[in-house]
């Protein structure tokens, strides 16, 4: 893999079997991602992000051509090395939390953790550094159903942070939320990004979401339309 990226995308194409032919939803897709990137796949609904998201995530393998995640080609994985991938080195948002109801903010944040070897003192320490970067100390014992829609989404950011993943995955992670949570949760993110050096890739159409990123790249049927990185960024 070359020196600084994170994730190198060839010649790929997704298509999906639709009645007795194929749907294509990614063509011919070239991209290479470096590592403390913050970065989003824009485009129109049915543009491919989603499809192109969960292959990165490794939730699902390219028909043809090839995806390099963190040194994995991920067409090749197994299930197994597929999940070990996901467990320890990446964190996923999606656009509904996908919170468990019936426990607490800390119980949800330690969800990941519990999957990974590490004594409770470490994973209490860790879940509690995590509630603190999202502004959540004081919601530790409360349930997903007291929360606004705005803090079940900071909670969601905690849990795909709590392990320090390499890279996160965010699925229009705005898509419920109002404009001052939007840029709240956004801001955040990109707190994270500048200190922990966490390469974060987005898909949205949410033009709140497209004023934060660093690269936007742009899909259209399926291809990418164009390229755009932020000039005179100040890093
Ligand atoms: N599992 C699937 N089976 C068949 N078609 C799919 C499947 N997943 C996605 N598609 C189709 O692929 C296209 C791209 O979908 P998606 O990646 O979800 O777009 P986006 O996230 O940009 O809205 C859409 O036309 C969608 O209907
Ligand atoms: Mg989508």
């Known amino acids: 893999m070359e020196n600084n990226s994170i994730i190198r995308i060839k010649n790929l194409t997704k298509s999906f079997p639709m009645g007795k032919?194929?749907?294509?939803?990614?063509?011919?897709?070239?991209?290479?991602?470096?590592?403390?990137?913050?970065?989003g796949l824009i485009g129109p609904s049915g543009s491919g992000?989603?499809?192109?998201?969960?292959?990165?995530?490794?939730?699902d393998s390219p028909t043809s051509g090839e995806a390099w995640v963190l040194d994995h080609s991920i067409g090749k994985l197994t299930a197994k090395q597929a999940a070990q991938l996901r467990k320890e080195k990446l964190g996923f948002i999606f656009q509904s939390y996908n919170l468990l109801a019936?426990?607490?903010?800390?119980?949800?944040?330690?969800?990941?953790?519990?999957?990974?070897?590490?004594?409770?003192?470490?994973?209490?320490?860790?879940?509690?550094?995590?509630?603190?970067?999202?502004?959540?100390t004081d919601k530790v014992k409360s349930k997903p159903p007291?929360?606004?829609?705005?803090?079940?989404q900071r909670v969601a950011i905690a849990r795909a942070m709590v392990k320090k993943p390499s890279l996160v995955l965010a699925d229009e992670p705005t898509a419920n939320l109002d404009a001052a949570n939007s840029h709240h949760i956004l801001k955040t993110m990109e707190t994270l990004n500048r200190e922990l050096k966490t390469t974060f890739l987005f898909a949205t159409h949410d033009e709140k979401v497209i004023g934060y990123l660093h690269r936007k790249i742009y899909l259209l049927d399926g291809k990418v339309d164009r390229d755009e990185r932020k000039v005179n960024s100040e890093k």
């Open 21 to 39: 032919t194929q749907f294509t939803a990614l063509r011919n897709i070239n991209l290479i991602l470096g590592k403390g990137e913050f970065t």
């Open 49 to 59: 992000k989603t499809t192109l998201l969960n292959i990165v995530g490794s939730l």
């Open 102 to 136: 019936v426990h607490t903010v800390f119980e949800n944040v330690e969800f990941p953790l519990l999957l990974l070897k590490m004594g409770a003192s470490e994973r209490k320490k860790m879940v509690m550094d995590a509630l603190e970067w999202l502004g959540l």
């Open 146 to 152: 007291q929360l606004s829609g705005g803090e079940c």
